[in-house]
């Protein structure tokens, strides 16, 4: 079963119903805090939150204004939005990791958790590529790649995505052929 008991993730929708259901659905994977609120939710995160599931329709603090204030402080959680909104240009001005369109199963939840988790463990170029790769699906899921050619917006993350990604196929590649070099030198010993 995935999961990790000491990865926290906080929960911050302001249908308390939903909520819950994804506090009851994570619970016993991880260490899940429900917050109903976007006030609350600055209450709550703290360094030790290593991922947040944030909606974007919520009064008085959206999850908008949520993402805003938390690039000002220190805390720095994977942030997976999980939202009724289909995606617009605005998502490319938006500092989330994931982008998940409700309604969503457990599965769907557990995956976009995990994969956060394994993103975390590797370097900023890699990150910034998989949020920049989000933004791309979510953009394309919605609208024909015609109507978004010649949006400075989305050119610019076409060129910054084709230039992560040529960036980490070549890290791909010089790992390849060093781990080959590796293992070259070292058949036949124990």
Do not use: C
Request: hydrophobic share 40%; proline share 3%; net charge negative.
């Amino acid at each position: 079963m995935p999961g990790d008991q000491e990865t926290t993730v906080l929960v911050v929708d302001d249908e308390e119903k939903l909520a819950n259901m994804f506090t009851l659905w994570l619970r016993g994977e991880y260490d899940v805090r429900t917050v109903y609120e976007g006030e609350a939710f600055l209450a709550e995160v703290d360094e030790d939150v290593d991922v947040v599931l944030l909606d974007r329709r919520m009064p008085g603090y959206s999850g908008d204004d949520v993402l805003e204030m938390l690039e000002r402080r220190d805390a720095d959680p994977a942030v997976i939005v999980v939202t009724a909104i289909d995606p617009e240009l605005d998502v490319l001005e938006m500092p989330f990791d994931d982008y998940l369109v409700k309604p969503v199963q457990h599965d769907e939840l557990v995956d976009a958790i995990e994969r956060q988790m394994r993103v975390r463990e590797h370097d900023a170029d890699l990150q910034r590529f998989l949020r920049l790769e989000t933004k791309r699906r979510v953009l394309l899921a919605e609208h024909r790649e015609m109507a978004l050619s010649g949006r400075s917006e989305w050119e610019s993350l076409v060129e910054e995505y084709d230039e992560l990604k040529d960036r980490l196929q070549r890290t791909v590649d010089d790992f390849d052929s060093v781990l080959e070099a590796y293992r070259s030198s070292h058949r036949g010993r124990a």
